[in-house]
């Protein structure tokens, strides 16, 4: 568990430094889940890097682009380690095309959150299982809905910690590591895919629009897809 202190302790700790510190602080149950964006590929090169004792996991939702196969297949090379993949489950994503359709998501906000919650949030469930503390790559910039969210904090849904160590990192941070850093992003994001989710829900923003603009960019919602919702 983590006290009052510790806490406190890591806000005032870089990105590195914190992530050392929960490797150190949970020997078992430290997961790091990435959708293998330039958020999520910063703090994947710190833990491989430094050889941190932290699981790290994806999801396979069956709907990516094709160069999210490519940078896995790469991060694997390149940290000479295996990023573990979650699938959905085979019988919930047929009853859901059959019944629906391949694209039902477009239909209504309604059945892109079924889809979502099919495709990402149940295999997240199985992926936690057993974790204690659960990172992300969260930054407070990215939404609305993410403004007010902690370095650190207790998510009572799933009975474990949260932690976001990029929380308070503005994009130019993460450029500026992965420029230091040399570490492989996304060509998409060089075309305008700041955000990038599943091929059929993600389009390129423009200049001036928010990161989150090119999800789901037919609905009026909040950007979120369930696994991270309050």
Request: some cysteine; overall charge negative.
């Amino acid at each position: 568990m983590l006290s009052q202190e510790d806490i406190q302790h890591i806000e005032n700790l870089s990105a590195e430094e914190s992530l050392r510190f929960i490797s150190e602080k949970f020997t078992q149950g430290a997961v790091f889940s990435t959708s293998l964006g330039q958020e999520d590929q910063v703090i994947t090169d710190i833990i491989f890097r430094n050889q941190m004792n932290i699981k790290v996991f994806t999801l396979d939702t069956g709907r990516l682009f094709y160069e999210h196969y490519e940078l896995l297949s790469q991060n694997n090379a390149r940290y000479k380690t295996k990023t573990e993949v979650y699938f959905p489950d085979t019988q919930d994503v047929e009853k859901y095309v059959n019944e629906k359709g391949i694209n039902a998501f477009f239909h209504s906000v309604e059945n892109r959150k079924e889809c979502c919650y099919i495709r990402k949030v149940k295999p997240l469930n199985r992926a936690l299982e057993g974790a204690k503390i659960w990172i992300t790559g969260l930054r407070s910039e990215q939404s609305e809905n993410r403004e007010n969210m902690k370095m650190l904090e207790w998510d009572t849904e799933k009975m474990l910690f949260k932690f976001n160590p990029l929380i308070h990192w503005t994009y130019q941070d993460v450029l500026n590591y992965i420029e230091t850093h040399n570490v492989q992003d996304l060509p998409l994001h060089k075309k305008g895919f700041i955000s990038v989710g599943c091929k059929p829900c993600t389009r390129a923003i423009i200049d001036g629009e928010n990161p989150r603009a090119g999800r789901w960019y037919w609905e009026e919602s909040q950007k979120e897809c369930g696994l991270h919702s309050k």
